[in-house]
Structures are given as C-alpha cells and as structure tokens.
C-alpha cells in the first residue's frame, strides 16, 4: 500500500534512500555530478508524484529508476560526450533505466561512493564536504550552516571536488585488500573529523553544529554496517557513541565549558553508553587493537567511573601508554601526563609535561593550562597563574577563554 | 587516462655529470622503473639541468629572453613521464615506484591529449622541451569557448612549424593535478600542482632545433600571451 505523502514523510524519505540512490546512480554512470543531477531530478518529480499517489512502496527503487531515467536523457541530450560517458550511456540503454539488477549490491555501491569522498588525493576539508553532500545527503545550506561559513563558498567546494574527482580520474571503487588499510584510514579520519567538528561548538553554534555529530555517528553506524569485521571501524563507532553520551554534560546551559571531573555524570546517557561498551567489546573481540579502538576504551573506561576519583588509573594510564605506542602524538603524552599524576601527584605530572618535547604542543593553551594545574596543585600559584595567563590568550574558542578566565580569577588575582 | 608525471627534485651536481657514479645509480634506479612500468609508459625524457634552460617572459608585446629559469625553487623538474593508467589510483600504482616520489616529488597532472611523433626529427638537431606557465582563469578549461580558441590558435602553430614540433599536450587545469611523495614506503598525496601559484604548466611541446637561434625563434611563435612563461628545457640524450 502506497503510503500518503505527508512533507515530514517525504522528507524522512528522501533523507534516507538519498545515499543509496545516489551511490548506485553513480556506478551506473561513473558520474558523480550527473548522479546528483539526475537524483534530483528524480526527487523533484517524487515530490510531483507522491503527495497525489502517495509514497510507493519501495520508494528506493522508484527513485533509482527514474535517477537513471533523467540521467540516459540527460546523456543523449550531451552533443559531446566523453568516452566514458558514451560507455555509461551504452550500458544504460542495455539494460535500461528500471533493472534493479542485484548483481551490484547497494552496500557496495555506498562503500564506493564513500571511499571515493575519501580518497586521499582530495583535501581534507573535500574529503568532508563531499561525504556530507553525496553520502549523508546533507544540502549545501545545511553544510554551510554547520560550518558557519557562507553558502556560495560551500557551493563552490562541492562542485571543485567533483569536477576534481573526474577530471583527475578518482575512481569510484573499493580499493583492494592490499590498499584497504591505508585508504579506511583516510576513512575513518574523515568520520572522525565530521563528529569533532560538531563536538567542539558550543553556546549559540551548539544546535547548529550538532548535527556534525549525529552525522559523524550515521556514519561510522554505516561502515560498522557495511564493513563488518574492520575492528577500527567498531572502535570509531564506540568512541563516537561514548563521546556523544558525555556530550550534554560537558557545557552548562549557557554554553560554559565543563571538564570531564566535574561533570555530572547523572546527566550522561546511559543507553548510548552501553551500546558503545558493547560495539567496543565487540572489536576487541577481533583481537586486532588500533588507535581508535584505544581512544574508545579510554572513553568507556571514564564512562564506567562511578567519579573522576574512583577512576581507574592504573587502567587509563596503561591505555594510553597502548596508544602511544600505536600512535604517538604529544597530545597522547599530554593526556597520559594527567593520569599518571592522578597515582604519582602533580610533581611526576609537571615533570612529564615538561619532558614532551613538541614545538607545536608546547605553544598550546592545552599544554599551558595542564601545567597550569599541576602548578596549582604544588601551591606554585604566580606560575600557575603566568600558565594560565598565556592558556587564556592561545585558546581558539570564546567558550575556552571564558572558562580560562573564570579558572584564573578563581586563582584569586586581579585581571592580568 | 593519461597522466603527465612531472618528476621535482633538488639539482645535483654529481648526478648531472654523465661520467659520475651518481650518474650512474641515477640511470639504473630509473631502468629499473621503465621495467617495472613497463607498457605503461607512453613516454617520457631526462632533462638537462636548469642552469642550461632558456625562459622566454611575455610583457605585453615584448618577448624577454633570459637564461635559466625564472623560479627560485630548489626543487625543479628533472625529467617527465608519461603514463597510461585506468584512473588516478592506477597511475599512482605506477608513479610511487619512480625515484623522485622518494626523493622529492612527483606531480601527477592528467593530460587533455598528448602525441609524440618523431619520425621527421632533422638530423643534428637538439631536442627541447617547452614548458608552458602561466595563470589558469576559471574561464579557461576543457569545454569553455576559451579553451577552444586556444587549441584553435595551437593548431595553427602546429602546422606552421610541423617540421619542428616532435610532440606535446595540454593538461588539465592544475586543481585536477595531486602531488605524490612517497615517504617511509607510504604515500602521501596534497592537492594541486607542486609549483607555485601563477606559474602552473598548462601544456608542453617536445621541438627541435638546430641551434639556440632556432629555438628561441621557435617559441616565440608559441601562442601565448602575457603573464606566461615558456621555459626551454634542453633534453638529455641516452644515446649519444
């Protein structure tokens, strides 16, 4: 039975075979911009279609079929048309417009569609922008809201990328065994990047960005769909999930920063928490750990803590000496730097510190404000409050600012 | 596809002394690329360094002739390939086992068209290449008007100097180019050309000349306007 046409359904609809659709339109045509065109075209007429017959039943298929319809007329119109297009086209009349021919299954065509939003010869920021556009089916409104910039640049990001992705010949493809590794990792660095990019708004950018992270966690839900038996992937998914849970409880109601200690754990969500336990057991069941695996069992480890003092210490420190070893960063160092003067005291956390060794780091309000604390602790309180001092004016949000500052009055000084 | 490698490194001394071991080490690592590479290569030559380079500079009408380029990188091209490759991930397959990915820098730049006939060669002629610099307008790409004017003046060039052109290509705009360094055996890819801004390679020509006279007379008649640079390459002949 044909479904009535609501606008809400309609656009719960379009928003969830968007991706599925435009991943299969695209290896019929080998074109990513011409798969776009052609799915809207197709929603376009749904939207004629469905609100008088109703939604059909495999609203999909429908909009597969006439996708691949407006995308045959849209090719034989072409005067010109490039080899490849010749083929698709070719291949198109053969079999026509409506063969929803299994022999490609609609996974494969989103694992494709999504290593080739990743693939590494594509920036960083093309790499993100194309993953929401073609696989979330995020409009190119909605992505330049969530990165506060404006809608023509977005517009002009999406289009460079995919005349990029043709004329520089990325293929639509899931790389083979022996490349797998290395191109899941531009994968999850870019699912990784769409949810801390949501994670790090805060205040009156909050709503608006937090989209990011229900995009980022979409995401890694559908690699951990589509791709099984990858621990990493179960590892971002975990990590995503147990990050989202702490997520309210980490700025006030007015958009004040909270650390992980003095969080109200009561306001954590729960279920997110245990379902993220569950996918990292999961992984860890495959017996192959890597980073984000790591990140994710330091995040459950803080998520299973009934208080920021009845931690388990010894077990985060180990974590984190597990991910420095996997992946060594100074952030890592930082971070380990923490817990380890949790069992040794701030002296052995202030030596640590001042042993990393990284330029970069060094010059970080992160760094300045760990020393900062450790200073406090011993009773340092003039360098404590130079730390802070120089942590206040290198933090990069207002939010981090704010919460410098008021750490710094509390330190009982005048403004410095 | 075609793909136009572009091979960026630092200019040796040593290594540019035919009679050096240097040298020497230098051919083989590359044999031992055209063996691997094997039918995937469609061409491809060794460039004389840059200190023998001649730049034409085109102000306005005025045609300026220096020698040596007019870049102040210290990585400059060395020597070009082309290959033949499904997609990008296959010419990459192919470009990381070149020695300049680990040494330097490869540009990988896919081509619009690329022909290499040189059957008419004149006797006793140097061959060089001809690079094309300039500025990349947005108005100016494969399927604009302007591009087609282009080709349409190229043309002409093409059939006026038949006797002395062994070959070129246009490439496509430099934002479809990547840049692959190889590094701890893994690859690293950046967007776009390797050089600077404003000084992208739009095309190349492979030519012949007699004498100095005869190539610098050659590439004025290049149809380019201002603010391009044709940068003439000497190549360096295995054979003798």
């Known amino acids: 039975m044909a479904e009535v046409a609501t606008s809400e359904r309609l656009e719960a609809t379009f928003r969830e075979e968007w991706g599925r659709c435009i991943a299969t339109v695209a290896r019929s045509v080998g074109d990513l911009g011409l798969a ?135 293929p639509l493809r899931i790389p083979d065994r022996q490349h797998l590794p290395e191109r899941l990792a531009a994968v999850l660095a870019c699912v990784h990047l769409v949810y801390r990019e949501g994670y790090a708004a805060t205040g009156s950018e909050n709503l608006i960005r937090a989209s990011l992270c229900e995009e980022g966690r979409r995401l890694s ?9 990858e621990p990493e992937i179960l590892g971002l998914h975990a990590l995503l999930l147990l990050q989202e849970a702490r997520r309210p409880a980490r700025t006030t109601a007015d958009g004040d920063l909270v650390l992980l200690e003095d969080q109200d754990r009561g306001a954590w969500d729960r279920s997110l928490i245990d379902e993220g336990i569950a996918v990292l057991d999961r992984a860890a069941s495959r017996q192959r750990p890597g980073p984000y695996q790591l ?40 971070n380990q730097a923490i817990a380890v003067a949790q069992l040794e005291g701030p002296a052995v956390g202030l ?63 005048a403004e410095g | 596809m075609r793909y136009l490698a572009l091979l960026y490194g630092q200019e040796s001394e040593e290594e540019a002394d035919p009679t050096s071991q240097a040298f020497a080490d230098e051919m083989s690592r590359y044999q031992r690329f055209e063996e691997f590479a094997g039918e995937a290569i469609v061409g491809g030559e060794a460039l004389e360094p840059t200190s023998r380079a001649i730049s034409l500079r085109f102000v306005g009408d005025d045609r300026v002739v220096t020698d040596g380029v007019l870049s102040e990188a210290t990585e400059v091209i060395g020597g070009l390939f082309v290959l033949e490759a499904e997609d990008l ?104 050309s390797f050089a600077e801004v404003g000084e992208v390679i739009g095309g190349l020509y492979l030519l012949a000349a007699g004498d100095q006279q005869e190539i610098v007379r050659l590439a004025k008649g290049i149809p380019m306007g201002p603010p391009g640079i044709i940068e003439l390459r000497p190549i360096v002949e295995m054979d003798g």
Not at chain 2, 136 to 164: L, N, Q
Request: charge should be negative; glycine fraction near 6%.
């Open chain 2, 89 to 192: 991930d296959g010419a990459i397959e192919i470009a990381r086992h070149l020695p300049a990915a680990e040494d330097g820098a490869v540009e990988l730049r896919p081509l619009v068209d690329w022909y290499q006939n040189e059957a008419h060669r004149p006797d006793g002629s140097t061959r060089y290449l001809a690079l094309l610099r300039g500025t990349e307008p947005e108005t100016m790409r494969p399927g604009t008007a302007a591009w087609e004017a282009a080709v349409e003046e190229h043309a002409r060039f093409e059939k006026e100097e038949a006797d002395a052109i062994l070959g070129g290509g246009a490439l496509h705009p430099s934002d479809t180019g990547t840049v692959l360094r190889m590094r701890g055996g893994q690859p690293l890819l950046t967007e776009g």
């Open chain 1, 36 to 170: 776009e065109d052609a799915v809207q075209e197709a929603i376009a007429s749904a939207l004629r279609h469905w609100p008088r017959s109703g939604i059909p039943e495999r609203p999909g298929a429908w909009l597969t079929t006439t996708a691949r319809r407006h995308a045959i007329d849209r090719l034989r119109r072409e005067t010109r048309r490039t080899d490849k297009e010749e083929a698709a086209l070719r291949e198109l009349e053969r079999v026509g417009p409506s063969s929803h021919t299994n022999v490609y299954p609609v996974a494969d065509d989103q694992l494709r569609m999504i290593f080739t939003c990743c693939h590494p010869a594509l920036s960083a920021v093309a790499q993100v922008t194309l993953t929401l556009r073609l696989v979330c089916g995020l409009s190119t409104t909605q992505i330049a809201r969530a990165f506060l910039e404006p809608e023509p640049t977005t517009a002009q990001r999406v289009s460079r990328a995919k005349r990029r992705v043709r004329d520089a010949g990325i």
């Open chain 1, 221 to 229: 839900g559908l690699l951990a769909e589509l791709l099984p038996n």
């Open chain 1, 351 to 413: 030596q640590r510190v001042d042993a990393i060794d990284d330029a970069k780091l060094v010059r970080s309000h992160l760094f300045a404000a760990t020393r900062a604390e450790f200073l406090r602790q011993l009773g340092r309180e003039d360098q404590a409050r130079e730390a802070l001092r120089s942590a206040r004016d290198l933090a990069p949000t207002e939010a981090e600012r704010r919460f410098l500052t008021t750490k710094l009055e509390g330190l009982g000084t």
């Open chain 1, 295 to 334: 990140q994710a069992a330091l995040a459950a480890e803080h998520a299973r803590a009934p208080s920021w003092e009845a931690t388990d210490w010894p077990t985060i420190v180990a974590l984190y000496e597990a991910l420095q070893r996997h992946a060594p960063s100074p952030v890592v160092e930082l």
